[in-house]
């Protein structure tokens, strides 16, 4: 614990990496500061990785220069004597004062090293240390900070300079402050506007005028391009398709289901459907679809894709506990599970056996 106060606290480091490589020395070596054997690798990466181990290295020899620790010459403990000798790293020595210590600490201290044979530390082999050199002071330390010119109104300070004859450089212009002096190019007008210095304002843009009578206008849907685009790269990854493939919808129902998801897909219509389809929104959402369209029952559904799915529950196959759960807890969710078995038709019964085994779905049929 000394050796790490005396780090921390009292050490005259030059600089924080110092401090910081003293410090993890410190924590290693024994009360008197000897044994503090750790390799600079592994320094550096208990300094969250902040510094190099040449770094390390470097400020190693600068701490010996000055004092602070030097190569130990004590005999080595079992701990270091128990690793490789190609792994074993340098062991280093605290050069923690004889005069930091108050004298009940040095007298612990001394009975420390006389229990493993040491001689007892003096003034002579730890004397004090020198303060730390001083940092060199900033070269621009008391100088005031140079001011920016400021920025000349209308553009940058310089302007490109031109050859003289240059076929883009234009006459002296007579024409009101705000008008641009430059070139035209391509479709560009110069027309002085006074409040703008570009030749065509944004608001003149063809998508902020209103429609003109009898011009075409644009029919795309936001993301529609990109999902066809993606589909075509992709077969199977359309819109439509993924409804298909995680659905038992027909077609006609995949792409009414797809036209009213549009407009709720922010950025990208597919991925907004897959993500329906991960969550088990997107049954929900064609069941209701064919609510709307009640009574007329879907038609062309293969059987084994009907029968796959539980249209109430998404992700839950037939047979459905949650769905005969509904029908005996009664309420909203019983209405639902009848309101499906109906909407089967003839089929129900072959569909949905697990439904049609019920009493409240045979009360319904004997009625």
């Not at 539980?310 to 506990?321: L, R």
């Amino acid at each position: 614990m000394y050796p790490i106060i005396w780090a921390l606290k009292h050490a005259p480091c030059a600089d924080i990496y110092e401090q910081m490589i003293l410090m993890q020395m410190a924590d290693a070596a024994d009360e008197d500061g000897c044994n503090a054997f750790l390799s600079k690798e592994t320094i550096a990466d208990r300094i969250s990785g902040d510094i190099d181990p040449e770094t390390v290295r470097r400020k190693w020899r600068a701490m010996e220069r000055r004092g602070l620790i030097r190569p130990d010459k004590t005999p080595p403990p079992d701990r270091y004597t128990r690793i490789p000798k190609q792994y074993r790293p340098k062991r280093w020595e605290l050069c923690i004062p004889f005069s930091w210590w108050s004298d009940a600490q040095r007298e612990r201290i001394q009975q420390v090293r006389d229990d493993r044979g040491l001689e007892p530390l003096t003034p002579e082999t730890r004397p004090d240390i020198a303060p730390a050199p001083a940092k060199a002071s900033r070269s621009d330390k008391g100088k005031p900070r140079p001011r920016k010119k400021p920025a000349k109104a209308g553009g940058t300070d310089s302007a490109p300079s031109r050859k003289l004859g240059d076929p883009t450089e234009s006459a002296p212009s007579s024409e009101p402050s705000g008008a641009t002096d430059s070139a035209p190019q391509g479709p560009l007008s110069v027309v002085p506007r006074g409040h703008s210095q570009w030749p065509n304002h944004p608001l003149d843009h063809p998508l902020h005028l209103p429609p003109q009578e009898g011009a075409a206008t644009l029919t795309s849907q936001p993301g529609e391009d990109e999902e066809e685009s993606s589909s075509a790269r992709n077969p199977g990854t359309a819109p439509v398709d993924v409804v298909l493939e995680t659905t038992d919808a027909t077609d006609a129902e995949a792409r009414a289901l797809v036209e009213i998801l549009r407009p709720e897909a922010k950025k990208s219509l597919g991925g907004f459907i897959r993500t329906l389809a991960a969550r088990g929104d997107l049954a929900h959402r064609l069941w209701l679809l064919r609510r709307e369209r009640a009574p007329q029952r879907p038609v062309d559904v293969p059987q084994a894709r009907r029968a796959r799915f539980c249209q109430n529950h998404p992700g839950n196959p037939v047979p459905c506990e949650p769905c005969r759960s509904d029908l005996t807890h009664g309420g909203a969710a019983a209405q639902a599970a009848v309101d499906l078995y109906r909407s089967l038709g003839d089929q129900a019964a072959e569909l949905r056996p697990d439904l049609a085994g019920h009493p409240k779905i045979a009360a319904l049929v004997a009625s």
